[in-house]
């Protein structure tokens, strides 16, 4: 029925953060045209949670709903070792109930998660 999921992030560096997830994080890409990078995605789940009163900005279509992206992992100080050495700092280590978080700063100025969960995960 599905073949594939596909995650828009919007930024104020579109091209920067695309270069960034291609050269830095090592996301396989395909040129769409123009430049446009589409880039390949590790396996994903989606989980939904409730937004309460603030849900965030909500997206230019009218009733789609918001979204963060999170990129997971097997160690997250592990990873963020390996970035940093790639001159990438990330966000302080943050234990929660369901995993180990940070955050991975984008050439734009905006932040994706990462984390490494301590959940069962669906994969």
Not at 54 to 78: F, I, K, Q, R, S
Not at 86 to 95: D, E, I, M, P
Request: glycine content about 10%.
């Amino acid at each position: 029925m599905f073949t594939g999921a596909h995650v828009l992030l919007y930024s104020r560096d579109a091209d920067a953060d695309r270069r960034f997830l291609r050269d830095t994080l090592g996301f396989r890409a395909v040129d769409a045209g123009h430049g446009w990078l589409i880039l390949a995605l590790p396996p994903a789940e989606v989980a939904v949670h409730p937004s309460g009163d603030n849900p965030g900005e909500p997206p230019a279509e009218a009733g789609v709903l918001g979204a963060h992206l999170y990129l997971m992992c097997a160690d997250v100080e592990t990873v963020v070792k390996s970035l940093a050495a790639k001159q990438v700092r990330c966000g302080a280590l943050s234990r929660e109930r369901w995993g180990i978080r940070t955050t991975i700063p984008l050439p734009s100025g905006g932040d994706i998660g990462l984390y490494q969960p301590l959940h069962p995960t669906a994969f």
